[in-house]
């Protein structure tokens, strides 16, 4: 250092308090070195796993979300139940196109939607877009569960249909552009211009009523709609 003398203090600045009061003491010396060493192999770990896996916290927020919804409908199906026998939302076979033979209760879905929207508020930064979509689904889930007790005319499901696409079309739940079919083309997408508000609607209608029309047999709906989900998180990840 040129010739200057390097004060014990600067290298110990806790000297004269707490554990190390001398750096003459060898023993306290090696201690203070071993903490330092610790402390840096613990750093060292960290970044070693950080780089191994650089969206880890994304990848745990993941995962405390789906088991979060798992576990609140879990808890939440028993209640849901017994609120479908109070209610008297009960499915009676009549027809061949049920295969139970005996009468269940419904508004199953109702548990889903309570972990999916609690999860949701939990581990999702609330925005214009997921408010949109927050608010869509829970007008399309309390219009079913009425549906369940009441049975709705038709007319009145697509006007509730209609009512929650645009609130998420208001939201800014919109898509202007479509994948382009041609593979061998150097343009993915084709811009739709101003038929993206209409052909939004219409999608979402179109896929509220894919589901509904298939929740005839036990577990059809909810095994496609989880396969679905699946397909759209592995896209939004990778």
């Known amino acids: 250092t040129g010739g200057q003398r390097i004060s014990p203090r600067r290298i110990y600045p806790g000297r004269g308090k707490g554990l190390f009061r001398s750096p003459q003491d060898p023993a306290q010396g090696l201690q203070a070195h071993w903490l330092c060493g610790k402390a840096l192999l613990k750093r060292q770990d960290k970044l070693e796993i950080m780089l191994m896996f650089p969206n880890l916290a994304l990848w745990l927020r993941l ?107 208001r939201c800014g739940i919109v898509f202007d552009a479509i994948s382009n079919p041609n593979f061998f083309s150097d343009i993915t997408t084709i811009p739709i211009g101003f038929l993206s508000i209409p052909l939004t609607l219409l999608w979402i209608i179109a896929c509220t009523n894919a589901v509904n029309l298939i929740d005839g047999l036990d577990g059809l709906a909810v095994g496609v709609s989880g396969i679905s989900s699946l397909t759209m998180l592995v896209v939004a990840l990778f």
Do not use: C, Y
């Open 63 to 169: 995962l405390l979300a789906l088991t979060a919804a798992f576990v609140i409908s879990f808890i939440m199906t028993p209640p849901v139940k017994r609120f479908a026998e109070l209610v008297g939302a009960i499915d009676i076979p009549k027809d061949e196109r049920r295969v139970h033979n005996h009468p269940i209760p419904r508004m199953g879905g109702l548990a889903i939607f309570l972990g999916f929207v609690i999860s949701l508020l939990l581990f999702v930064p609330m925005s214009t877009q997921v408010m949109g979509m927050l608010l869509g689904a829970v007008i399309i889930a309390v219009m079913g569960a009425v549906d369940d007790i009441v049975s709705l005319n038709a007319w009145v499901k697509l006007a509730g249909q209609v009512l929650a696409a645009l609130v998420a079309i």
